[in-house]
């Protein structure tokens, strides 16, 4: 299973403060994407990263990727309270072409 | 922005009962997909369509659930009989296409709760 594995489980950071979630994953990808799940909701795509790209940039949130060693980072950057959610990372798997979800790295922003 | 819409929100039923499931996409997207997130975990798919076809149902469990998407629109996952094992949430979500290069957007759920 190309499933990727979050870590840390759980954070909790005070409001303001920079937040980072590592996932890794075993084979090879064409591109990983991140999710975000509120609480009793569905997920939300946050970023999607090709393969062939090293970091990524959407408003707050930084995404990078080393294939070499088959991991990604999220990093969210002066968070708020509406930032507390469930974060996903999915590697999309080049040989059966599907996305595979880990359990998640559940993030609480504290006010 | 258009939303994927599931109905219902919340479903509580008894074992041996059959359950039903129902997803509207977003308007043009061609590709569907059901998953079951269990509590504490992340979505599993269960069924991919492309237009009115299955592309892959290898982890739906086929003595017991079935999925349709008959005219390649809105889609309905159905349970019978359900068991205490199926409690989850049911989440829907399409995607323009099938590529990789597609993010996919996701519907609110179906929570479901077995007796």
């Known amino acids: 299973s190309q499933q990727g594995e979050e870590d840390p489980q759980a954070l909790s950071i005070q409001e303001g403060e920079n937040a980072t979630m590592n996932c890794s994953y075993k084979?090879?990808?064409?591109?990983l994407q991140w999710y975000r799940q509120n609480s009793g909701r569905g997920l939300v795509h946050l970023i999607l990263?090709?393969?062939?790209?090293r970091e990524k940039h959407s408003g707050r949130l930084r995404v990078t990727l080393d294939t070499s060693k088959k991991s990604s980072s999220l990093l969210i950057t002066a968070s708020r309270a509406a930032d507390t959610a469930s974060y996903f990372c999915a590697p999309f798997d080049f040989g059966n072409e599907k996305l595979t979800f880990g359990t998640g790295t559940r993030l609480t922003i504290i006010p | 922005e258009a939303e994927v819409a599931q109905s219902p929100r919340y479903k509580i039923t008894e074992k041996s009962q059959a359950v039903a499931f129902w997803c509207d996409p977003i308007?043009?997207?061609?590709?569907l997909y059901w998953y079951r997130q269990i509590l504490g975990q992340g979505p599993e798919l269960l069924v991919q369509?492309?237009?009115?076809?299955?592309?892959?149902d290898s982890q739906l469990p086929k003595d017991r659930f079935s999925a349709e998407r008959l005219k390649g629109v809105d889609s309905t996952l159905k349970i019978q009989p359900a068991e205490l094992g199926d409690s989850a949430m049911y989440l829907c979500a399409s995607s323009v296409g099938p590529g990789s290069n597609q993010p996919q957007h996701f519907g609110d759920g179906t929570r479901l709760s077995i007796l």
């Open positions: 369509f492309q237009d009115e076809s299955v592309v892959d």
């Open positions: 084979t090879s990808i064409n591109n």
């Open positions: 308007s043009g997207h061609a590709t």
């Open positions: 990263i090709r393969s062939n790209e």
